[in-house]
């Protein structure tokens, strides 16, 4: 009785630890864009983090961001919390670029993204902007 006990305590520990590992990646809109689209670049987080240094972008102008959103909630007595940073970036040319890694401090420890390798090819026809009114009204979405 008494080894059960202290298995389920350690057990519970260690669901504590594994459940409280920091994640810090990179997400973009596409891998795959025409010079005359735009790419989306998010940077999140699931801990608050210090001395957010975001890569060069080369290759690339930002036309928007950074933006910061953050959520926080509690469901069920879990917590969840999410902190990201998006950019919008513009290619300057055509070819095959890298974004470079992004670094943040959480808990006094540095942490990297991976980095992403992104492809720019000739202008399409009609840049995909899924916000764009012209866009959803030629879809027929209503």
Do not use: C
């Amino acid at each position: 009785m008494i080894n059960s006990k202290y298995i389920a305590i350690l057990l519970f520990f260690i669901t504590g630890f594994v459940t409280a590992q920091v994640k810090f990646e990179v997400k973009v809109s596409k891998n795959r864009l025409g010079i005359n689209e735009r790419l989306r670049v998010d940077f999140e987080m699931n801990q608050d983090g210090d001395n957010f240094n975001p890569p060069g972008f080369t290759n690339f102008d930002v036309v928007g961001g950074p933006n910061q959103s953050v959520s926080h909630s509690w469901v069920n007595g879990k917590k969840t919390y999410s902190k990201t940073y998006s950019y919008f970036l513009s290619p300057k040319k055509r070819g095959s670029f890298t974004i470079e890694q992004a670094t943040i401090e959480i808990d006094g420890q540095v942490y990297k993204t991976s980095p992403v390798r992104i492809t720019v090819t000739a202008a399409v026809d009609k840049p995909k902007d899924p916000n764009d009114p012209n866009y959803i009204a030629s879809e027929n979405i209503h």
